[in-house]
Structures are given as C-alpha cells and as structure tokens.
C-alpha cells in the first residue's frame, strides 16, 4: 500500500471478495478493473500454446532442413517463442497476447497504467515458480487467495489481469428543436445539461422529470416540460441548429 501511494496512486483495499480493484489516478479519476479469474486466463494461455507449439514444429522443418545452422537457429527460435513471445506482446501490443486478446483479456499495472519491459518480464519470468509443483498449481493457489486473482508473478511484478471494459454505444438524444439557454453557461452547467439529454433515453419520464426540476430556475418551468426545454438547449450547446 505504502509503495502504491508512493507512486500517487491509492488503492480501495475494502472490495473484499469483489474480483473488481478499485484505483484512483493522480488525476481524480477512480478506475474499476474487472479481475480476471484462473479459468479465462487457463483458456487464454492454452490459445498461446497453441501458437507457440505450432510455430516451433514449422520452425522445426524448415530450420531442419539447412543442417547444423539450422539447429542453431533452432534454438534461439526456441528461446524467443517460449520466453520472449509473451513479453513482445505484452509490452507492445498494449497487455494483450493473442490467447488473451481473444479471451477479452489484457496484463496492465497495478495502477491502471499500461505493462512496462521490466514488469512484463518479471512475471513471465516467474511463471517457472507458478508452475511447480506442475500443472500451475502454485499459481492457482495464489489465484483463489489472492482478492484479484493475481498468481505470483503478477504479484511480484505489480501486474493485474482484467477483463477489458468495451464501451456501450449510447443511445441517441431525444429529437429535439434546439433553443438556446436562457443566460450564459458556465462549462460546468453546460457539460451538465449535455449529460443529463444524454441519459435521458435512458431515464423513465417520471425520473426525467425529478432531475429536471433541478434546472428549474433556468429553464423556467417543471416537469416534462423542464425536461424537454433541456433537451433542447444540449441539442444547441452540441451545435444541433
């Protein structure tokens, strides 16, 4: 925790068996990253065998046929597909492998920030400890203790798996003829208005209303009728006119 805040970052440590980790930026801005759990991340890893082990069997024949060079080359291709194919990934393919990639998954800092060299190395470094006694079976126990699910590796690096977050399209504005505000804005009222035509749609009339009489001193009315004169104001401060 001391390390954490040390680097301008807190940590809400009270979500208990919520698999979601709690983080607020240096600038303000609280982050919810959804852990990923062993199962996604054992199908994720399977994917990459998958891909390793059929590259190394072309490697294998190709390589093969160009005599003693080739079993040289052989080996170093060994060594780059097993140790260094998920670290290049990592890194420079913003956290994602293509097992992860296609689980939905991706490896980012414990702060929220993106996977750097030396973290992304240590844990796949460390992944010949998560496997002892065999089958990951350290790093499955560290998993099911662990409230993020972090295997050592992840511990050790300061690395999360998380699920990433897909934006939801939002739902049109209501039509609307646009009117001006009645008096000047500041940004904050006008970034106000805009949220509230926003999540309109998505309101039922009668909550649509409640917030609305919030605005009643500058719209001039109450109601559906205060809703709708500020649907029409966002749709003028969104240049809809």
């Known amino acids: 925790m001391s390390g954490e805040r040390g680097r301008g970052t807190s940590v809400d440590e009270r979500a208990g068996l919520d698999t979601f980790r709690e983080v607020i930026t240096p600038e303000g801005v609280a982050l919810r990253l959804p852990a990923a759990g062993p199962v996604p991340r054992a199908l994720a890893w399977a994917i990459d065998f998958a891909l390793r082990m059929a590259a190394i069997l072309v490697l294998g024949i190709v390589l093969g046929m160009t005599g003693a060079t080739g079993m040289g080359l052989y080996l170093v291709a060994l060594f780059v597909v097993f140790w260094l194919y998920p670290v290049l990934f990592e890194v420079l393919d913003g956290g994602r492998t293509p097992g992860k990639r296609a689980l939905g998954l991706r490896v980012i800092a414990a ?87 926003e999540r309109a749609p998505l309101l039922t009339p009668a909550r649509q209303a409640e917030l609305a009489d919030l605005a009643a001193p500058l719209v001039g009315a109450r109601g559906a009728a205060a809703a709708e004169r500020l649907n029409a104001i966002a749709h003028w401060l969104l240049g809809r006119r």
């Open 111 to 197: 702060n929220g920030a993106p996977v750097g060299w030396l973290p992304a190395f240590a844990r796949n470094l460390l992944r010949t400890v998560d496997m002892l006694p065999f089958g990951y079976a350290t790093g499955l126990v560290a998993c099911l203790a662990d409230p993020w699910q972090r295997r050592l590796g992840d511990i050790v690096a300061g690395t999360l798996v998380v699920h990433e977050m897909r934006a939801q399209p939002r739902p049109p504005l209501v039509p609307a003829v646009p009117m001006p505000p009645p008096s000047a804005l500041q940004p904050h009222e006008q970034a106000a208005v805009i949220a509230f035509a």
